[in-house]
């Protein structure tokens, strides 16, 4: 992951410093330091042998040692240890609690570094926080839906499905959307709707993939990058707003903790919708579209319909052979869909209701006698983007409604 990496060698320069209190410490807990937040809590057994712990997440505990030792540091030198990550501006407060001296009772994580700086940061100089009043995010939703209607107008193709990013570096309405995107910085949640942060999240994740694509090549793992004030990577908008805080495939913890500001915006619950409505960067993406407040959730169904009905990378039903076959997102995030394959097809024949396709027929007669079985479909992937904006002429794009 390029930002890990950019954080750890950030950490390991600074640890090189002389007479850096960083530079005993174990090489692991540099590594986590890089990937989560964290503060220090002070522990001691029933004989009264004290150690301190750095907390990740109020879910997971780590000894906070010495390097190629188990003597654990004092909590004088522990304090330094926070207290210089402060002062060198590597670490980044990120409980509600203010206050520029390091506390053990405080959440912190690592800021990135200019290269890895924020997509829509302001240039240095410039207090746009100062100049601009903040904005509800209903009132965002309405001016970022008219921005990227032309975008996605210009650049998709294949039914929605592939991304002409060429046709980006000469986009007026692209350049239009830059200039906006600083404005995401005042967006505001008081008193939203479910529904305003839904659509903004879902409209914001898609753009912001797209936006990254083009700055730094296809997305080849999990995305480090913020919009906004606060930290929203691709992973935290997916776990920790759209799917109501969940942990994701794999992880260990949570996305946000007890403790993180961005808790309040997640959503109260998981639409399982929402898997059929984000950009993967991949060939196995859904066809992508602008969400509106009021109608989003008929234009989730609606997407997912097609996306299952057109496409056999979500779904194949082989009659002859009795085997239905799904795509990994099914196998990934099965508990948001229900946990089981009764489930999950149950799921898929609802959203597909008053479709009269034959996959859909085929997919009811096999699950109604109960004699299937259930294998993966392999994810492809491959990016779904092209660089050549002459390409674009073999097929004309789709309109976005």
């Known amino acids: 992951m390029d930002t890990v990496r950019r954080k750890k060698s950030s950490l390991n320069a600074m640890a090189q410093r002389k007479n850096s209190h960083l530079d005993n410490i174990d090489r692991f807990i540099l590594e986590q330091l890089a990937e989560r937040s964290w503060h220090i809590e002070y522990e ?11 907390c990740f997440d109020e879910s997971v505990a780590t000894p906070f040692f010495r390097n190629n030792s188990h003597a654990f540091f004092e ?6 240890i926070g207290q210089e990550l402060i002062d060198r501006h590597v670490g980044q407060q990120t409980s509600k609690e203010a206050g520029m001296t390091f506390s053990p009772d405080r959440y912190y994580q690592l800021v990135e570094d200019d290269e890895n ?10 207090d746009e926080e100062e100049k601009k009043q903040s904005i509800p995010v209903a009132e965002c939703n309405e001016k970022f839906i008219k921005l990227i209607k032309p975008i996605f107008n210009g650049i998709l193709t294949d039914n929605n499905q592939s991304i002409i990013y060429g046709g980006l570096s000469t986009n007026d309405n692209f350049i239009r959307y830059m200039q906006f995107a600083r404005e995401l ?3 505001t949640f008081e008193g939203s709707t479910p529904d305003d942060r839904l659509t903004f ?19 080849i793992g999990i995305w480090q990058r913020r919009k906004a004030s606060h930290r929203y990577a691709l992973h935290s908008i997916i776990n920790g707003i759209l799917r109501a805080n969940k942990k994701g495939p794999g992880m260990l913890w949570k996305a946000f903790g007890k403790q993180d500001e961005r808790l309040p915006i997640s ?3 998981c639409d399982p919708l929402i898997y059929f409505a984000l950009c993967s960067g991949s060939k196995t993406t859904p066809p992508l579209r602008v969400y509106h407040p009021k109608t989003i959730h008929y234009e989730m169904r609606e997407n997912a319909r097609l996306a299952l009905v057109r496409s056999d990378k979500f779904l194949r039903v082989d009659v002859k052979k009795n085997v239905i076959h799904l795509g990994k997102t099914f196998k990934w995030f099965s508990d948001d869909f229900g946990g089981t394959n009764e489930r999950i097809l149950q799921w898929i024949l609802d959203v597909l209701d008053n479709d009269e396709s034959d996959k859909k027929n085929n997919l009811q007669k096999l699950f109604f006698t109960g004699e299937y079985s259930v294998e993966y479909i392999p994810y492809d992937w491959s990016t779904n983007g092209r660089m050549d904006e002459k390409e674009k002429e073999e097929t004309e794009p789709e309109k976005n409604d």
Do not use: C
């Open 201 to 219: 999240f879902i409209n914001i994740y898609n753009m912001m993939l797209i936006h990254i694509t083009l700055k730094h090549g296809p997305p």
């Open 44 to 54: 001691s057994d029933p004989e009264g042998t004290e150690w301190n712990e750095l």
């Open 185 to 187: 910085n005042q967006v």
């Open 267 to 269: 959503l109260p619950v």
């Open 75 to 80: 909590r004088s030198e522990a304090l330094e």
């Open 117 to 126: 700086k924020p997509l829509n940061a302001v240039p240095k100089g410039e």
